[in-house]
């Protein structure tokens, strides 16, 4: 039989990352084809560019992580996963916490419970900056379309400890449906708002168990009590469905995983983690308010470096808590104009370039970067080269320090660079704001890249070594 495409393509692969007995375990994304390997040595990157389909390629930490493109990744996944008589490990997750240190494991973790959900924080932040766009416009709005505006608007934050317990006990190998319902407890209306006993115009429920005093509030806007109960919840779920027999798991493993984590949740996990979140939440907040903007000099140089060490995930919390708190998000104006720097460095190396197939290519790296995602030009122009990628740093960082300077907020997350141009809609300084920061990142690394860096000097350089 004549073999295929997908399957010619997979065999290649395979053949240029040294084998099937080179691979630990396997895994894909919406478009990467994504693989843990026994030996990096024995990976051909440049065949592997070669290849029809291959779009990229690049090492992510232990992960090496080739470009396939949405469809065409599913189909060649299953090739490489099923192709064999001896079955891949394809606990991809489960092989790259066995390697990970434990900061990269607790980013790590924290990025697989944050990712499902951002898409609806996301949509979120995107209702929020076509409503202020609106109002910008002076249209007024009749109150029940407000009101529908304001439900689309604030639902996700106001639930977001349920989509955080769903999450998490996703993550944890927990029932995701569990944790619905110990994040409805966590805001259940029966219990006061923080927000409201903050002000005074409510009490908070008050317990005093063996002398302690505890204050029960609901956890509207919170993450990290959503995350620990989650936690709670799985490991109970897991211990119990090994004691209990198959007869009463039905009943008993559910009740009792409830019971266990709800009290714990409301009673001392919630308010332990609410004043932890705080603490962190009023540190991170003293960073980016450092006076004369060094907090986004800081913050804009760093996080793309943070990007290639796989732990920027942590970040998601921190804007996720901001956005709960204040309804405004400075660090993300603090990096966006990094992430528009990463793209202008490969646009800038590829219009350099004198091979226009390459030059090509190295623009086209740029294009997801313009749209928020920068692995593709960092891993395959930017870093390969090394000098634009410091550039593009240096761009981030004096773009993080403008946005310093001008107090700068986005109203959304998981949205930058192009696309998170709604979310600095809500005021005419906002809108400025935006395009000050993006036009100084894209002007400091355009001319320091252009002025100080020759792409193809660099490959001729390569060539010879």
């Known amino acids: 039989m004549k073999e295929t495409r997908d399957e010619a393509v997979a065999a290649a692969i395979v053949k240029e990352i040294g084998g099937k007995g080179n691979i630990r375990a396997v895994g894909h994304c919406s478009s990467r084809l994504r693989v843990t390997l026994h030996d990096k040595q024995l990976v051909n990157e440049k065949a592997i560019e070669e290849i029809d389909g291959v779009k990229g390629q690049f090492f992510n930490g232990d992960q090496y992580q080739i470009i ?14 099923g192709s064999d008589d001896s079955s891949l490990n394809t606990d991809l997750k489960g092989d790259l916490y066995e390697g990970m240190s434990l900061p990269k494991k607790v980013s790590r973790i924290l ?3 944050f990712i499902p959900v951002i898409p609806v924080l996301v949509a979120t932040g995107l209702f929020s900056g076509i409503i202020n766009c609106i109002n910008a416009f002076g249209v007024e709005m009749n109150p029940n379309v407000l009101t529908i505006a304001t439900i689309l608007m604030k ?23 569990i944790g619905i319902v110990l994040g409805l ?26 002398g302690l005093t505890l204050s029960v509030v609901g956890y509207q806007g ?19 469905k090994k004691k209990v027999p198959d007869v009463l798991d039905l009943i008993i493993t559910p009740f009792c995983t409830i019971l ?7 009673i001392v996990v919630g308010p332990i983690c609410q004043f932890i979140e705080l603490g962190v939440l009023n540190a991170a907040k003293a960073v980016i308010n450092l006076p004369f903007g060094l907090g986004g000099l800081i913050i804009g140089g760093t996080q793309q470096a943070i990007v290639v060490t796989g732990m920027h995930h942590i970040f998601l919390a921190l804007e996720t808590d901001l956005l709960a708190t204040t309804g405004f998000n400075p660090f993300n104006s603090m990096i966006t104009g990094g992430i528009i720097a990463q793209a202008t460095a490969a646009f800038t190396v590829g219009l350099k370039m004198r091979d226009k ?3 090509g290519f190295f623009m086209s790296a740029s294009l997801p970067a313009f749209l928020g995602i920068t692995e593709p030009a960092i891993f395959g122009v930017n870093l390969k080269f090394g000098k634009p990628f410091l550039f593009a740093l240096c761009g981030g960082a004096t773009a993080g320090w403008v946005a310093g300077l001008l107090h700068a907020a986005s109203t959304g997350m998981g949205v930058a660079a192009i696309p998170g141009f709604v979310t600095y809609l809500y005021s005419a300084t906002g809108i400025r704001d935006y395009f000050i920061i993006h036009g100084v ?12 860096f020759d792409p193809n000097k660099a490959l001729e350089e390569e060539l010879v070594s």
């Open 68 to 81: 396939l493109g949405t469809g065409f990744v599913d189909r060649i996944y299953n090739i490489v996963a």
């Open 111 to 113: 990025g697989d419970v």
């Open 155 to 177: 639902t996700a934050f106001t639930f977001l400890p349920v989509l955080i317990a769903w999450a998490g006990m996703k993550q944890f190998g927990g029932t995701p449906v």
């Open 185 to 210: 407890m966590l805001v259940n209306p029966l219990l006061p708002n923080p927000n409201d006993v903050a002000k005074g115009v409510v009490d908070a429920i008050i317990f005093q168990p063996f």
């Open 222 to 240: 919170s993450v990290l009590p959503a995350l620990v109960v989650a936690i709670i919840a799985a490991k109970t779920e897991k211990f119990l």
């Open 260 to 266: 266990v984590a709800g009290l714990l949740g409301l």
């Open 357 to 359: 197939k390459k030059g």
């Open 441 to 452: 990142a894209i002007l400091v690394t355009f001319c320091l890249v252009y002025f100080f």
